[in-house]
């Protein structure tokens, strides 16, 4: 069924230990699109400039990708320029242009607002709040967010929360968000104002996901080789919510969580491989079923 | 079967968040021992000052640790002052006495001689060889170190490497003695040594284990509670090389290591729930067995 995500699309410039690109196509809904692409149609909420490749979104729409929430404004596309040391947890800005999305202020299309899933990408948390409005009953909604509001608006973003389902974070920002340096005791004060769900991402050391009476650990895949770890959040929530997307019709089980959190870590997993969107877009399925089993022999184990 | 150990024995005085202590019980062998004696036979090889107290040797030896190597020499025990903050990841020394531990030069009694499972815990390389050579023919040799002596005794580091099996290292000093970042690179440089395992402790994020062709990941377990770390990578490595020693008689598979790393990890996670080597002491077959079995929830996952 559906999914609806609504976030970022930019140009990125990175510098990573492993070379250098110049004006890639990025954004945490370009990645989170592709990524559930595998899964589900996905409805993309989203804003650029003048200057963004039709090229590109062609490509997106040539997946199950609907574009017709994506406008097209008088501008420049956001632009985003950090780098990476060997560290590839932690990402450097050197530069941010938010250029027209600015002046972001999505409006949904008529035949998006019965979208049974939701994903309110790391945006303004009142802009969250307003399309979780325009949204008629949606099944199941997950946010993520980022350091910035959660220093700078933290009670309308406090009031969203408590109306999503599952909030993605990093470790950095839910030990922010909630005063508990613990992960676990950080999760139940955020369940506590009502998702039920948290899903901690802890870039090369995997992914912790808590919910009331369950914990599931996941570790990222021990690559050789990642030359730029942009978009692997972005990449590893469409994943998830792709997943989930696709079980409807069934009752979620905590398995099917689990799974979610697999599928996301996989897909993660090939973002990183190389810059920008590049091999994101051209997996088989065959590829990432094949992730998925490569994890399982990494992880299992029979008392 | 039984399985020696030579390391060092200690007084701590340690301060977290969570409390304080002065002078209790520490030290790696003391860790390790306490932590295989719930799986195989110790041989503990150390030594400590008059001023350590001998109920705690009692203690040991009511468990199924030999302590007939534990040289009890004229001076002072080993004495180690540190603090944690918040991120339990990273132990501050403010002070380090070695006292009697200065001058040690293990000698095995005879009747330790056909140890088939060795442990050269983290002492001066050249010790490490030494005591290789006391040992007739062991079956499987495992080593710690640290950055110490990666900075300070590269060669004689390097030549004990090449005579063991197992390497234990954590992310830095693997880093650190390979030269290499990216820690599947990292582990391929110290194999090329000869070591067929290398086993990398990652702290509240839990420990890869990499061999040739086969790697294997396992969470630290989400705790609420963590008063002290101190001692958790020593009791892992006891808990890893008892469960190995405890399957002596078998050859030993890929699901044995797996299994070994689990149960260092069960054992670990309880050294942490208090200060010194509290918790460590009183377990019971069921509380291990119970906790690897919550390691097993954490983590399992069917496609």
């Known amino acids: ?24 196509i990025g954004g945490s809904a370009t990645y989170f699109s592709l990524a559930a692409s595998y899964f589900a149609p996905v409805r993309l909420v989203s804003v650029v400039g003048k200057d963004f490749p039709a090229g590109v979104i062609d490509m997106l729409a040539a997946r199950s990708i609907d574009t017709s929430g994506l406008r097209i404004a008088e501008g420049e596309t956001f632009r985003w320029k950090g780098y990476y040391e060997y560290d590839l947890n932690t990402a450097h800005t050197l530069e941010t242009e938010l250029n027209v999305f600015k002046d972001f202020a999505p409006v949904l299309p008529d035949s998006f607002r019965d979208s049974p899933y939701v994903f309110l990408g790391n945006i303004d948390p009142r802009l969250q709040m307003d399309i979780l409005r325009q949204v008629r009953k949606p099944r199941l909604v997950a946010l993520d967010t980022m350091n910035y509001w959660i220093g700078n608006s933290p009670g309308p973003l406090r009031e969203v929360i408590g109306k999503v389902d599952i909030v993605v974070f990093n470790e950095g920002e839910i030990r922010e968000i909630s005063g508990e340096y613990n992960l676990v005791k950080a999760a139940r004060v955020v369940m506590g104002w009502g998702p039920g769900r948290v899903v901690i991402k802890r870039g090369e050391y995997g992914v912790l996901h808590i919910s009331d009476g369950t914990m599931f650990a996941a570790p990222a895949y021990p690559l050789e080789t990642i030359f730029d770890p942009t978009g692997a959040g972005d990449s590893f929530a469409g994943g998830f919510m792709g997943y989930l997307a696709s079980r409807a019709g069934t009752e979620l089980s905590d398995m099917d969580y689990r799974l979610a959190t697999m599928y996301g870590s996989a897909i993660a997993s090939f973002t990183v491989e190389a810059f920008s969107t590049e091999r994101l877009q051209g997996l088989s399925n065959g590829d990432i079923t094949e992730r998925v089993e490569s994890f399982r022999a990494l992880t299992e184990f029979q008392v």
Chains 1, 2 share one sequence.
């Open 1 to 24: 069924m559906s999914l609806l995500v609504v976030g970022s699309m930019a140009f990125d410039s990175i510098k990573s230990p492993f070379g250098a690109v110049e004006k890639v």
